[in-house]
């Protein structure tokens, strides 16, 4: 799941209440949680020295508990306390009287105030700084002297660890560009995802994020469930194993419109995809060109030749039998002849369609079109061609609300193509993809997931588990490609042949 503040807020009560558990006793666990995951990530026994820089409140409160674990470990920790105005929470308090009474006979376990440590900082090479100053509830931007705390954490050459979220970040809306906050390289946070922590502008603040399981109860979605993070079990569960007594006519057939004399690519990467995922035919629409590529790179592919010899400008699927599925797109090209063509398919076909690349953009163009989109088409922009549907955004959380909007309004799944792809539903859910990797950011890996997509709902699956389904797959045949590829070398066919490994893999098959 995706949860705001208020969710977890929520959640931490009725744990406390159904357990029944204390704060503090909620406190420990999850900082012991931590510190478990930290000394496993981390080769703590080569670090000099661990600064946990602690605030007044109950962020604070789990920094002196990590403090108080790591000194049991026998590890050299400096407590620094940021509370500027005095007032502290409870847990906060008990926290800290623990710290006092454990330092008479844990020589290695230090306490000071920031200012104290500012005037006299340690000399160690190998730091751990461990960010506990302010947790999930921050509502403003940190100023004087916290800023000042943030800025002196992100000037030192350390390590840094953030404790639930890096502080002065806002993880339920947009962080000002110019507000003060942790530059941490790993985040340890509790649950559940933040939205936060999934958008590009914050990735340089976030690092590498761990959820950590610490039991905290499910709540009703009233306070704040705000998308889901797709899981492999659930994904696996949508992968139908082969039927024994299938043949090609029951595994589908998908009419591909993609290719033209200068990206004739694009139609073999897309066919080879969906032939690749499990379609039973798949019959390409196509200029002479391509058609006469098609044949040596793909045998398998049918073919459908254009009278235009440039680009694609009419096709007579009424006469192709037995189709299931359509997409159009990929390598078309913004002719007034392909935009006559994708005019005659929103007229003719009503069931859904894979939109993609090229077809967007004609879309973009002549946005009176996009009143005819076939309920629950399919639309996989990237960011760019996102912005040319629906306007430019202020920042990734605007995108996100748009994304979903423009869903709703048009009555259609959108797929927002990128590092942790975003899919969004007509009735307004919204998933994250947590497959892929910076290897996939290669001209034609957009086209390898259109023939996924045609794949899929030919072969019937709803649009809407088709969207899932293809985005986890198209992630995970990127991560098995990988495998035997850096991410400068890996291209859009490595993608392609590797996705008979992720349905592998997602079957639990290796």
Known sequence: MIVTHN??????????????ISSTDLMERAAATLTDQLIKDVRIGDVEQILVFCGPGNNGGDGL?????LAYCHRPVTV??????????????INYQRIQQMKPD???????????????PTCATMVVAVDAL????????LSGEYAEVVDFINAQQHYVVAVDVPSGLFIDCHTPKEAHRIKAHRTYSFQWQKWAFLLPENAETVGTVDILDIGLRRVDDQFGRCGEYLAKEDMARLLIPPKKYAHKGSNGHGLLVAGSRTMPGAAILSATAALRSGIGKVTVHTTANVAAALPIALPEAILDIDINENSVSSCH?????????????????????SAALLRDLLDDIHSPVVFDADALNLLAKNKTLLAYLPANSILTPHFKEFERLA???????DRIERVS????????????KGANSVIALPDGKRFVNPTGNPGMATAGSGDVLTGILLALLAKGYAPQLAALLGTYLHGLAGDCALETESPESLIASDIAKNIGKAMKRLRGGE
């Open 7 to 20: 969710y977890i807020r929520e959640s931490e009560r009725v744990t406390m209440e159904s357990e029944p």
């Open 65 to 69: 508990v990590i403090a108080r674990l």
């Open 80 to 93: 620094v306390t940021a509370c500027f105005s005095g007032v502290t929470t409870p847990d906060f308090d």
């Open 106 to 120: 844990f020589p290695n376990l230090q306490c000071v105030t920031f200012e104290e440590y500012r005037d006299n």
């Open 134 to 141: 302010f947790g999930i509830g921050l509502s403003r931007p």
């Open 317 to 337: 699927w009424e006469e192709i039998p037995g189709l299931n599925a359509v997409a159009i797109g990929p390598g078309i090209g913004q002719s007034s002849q």
């Open 391 to 397: 306007g430019t955004s202020e920042n990734d959380f």
């Open 405 to 416: 909007d423009f869903a709703k309004k048009h009555n259609v799944i959108v797929i927002l």
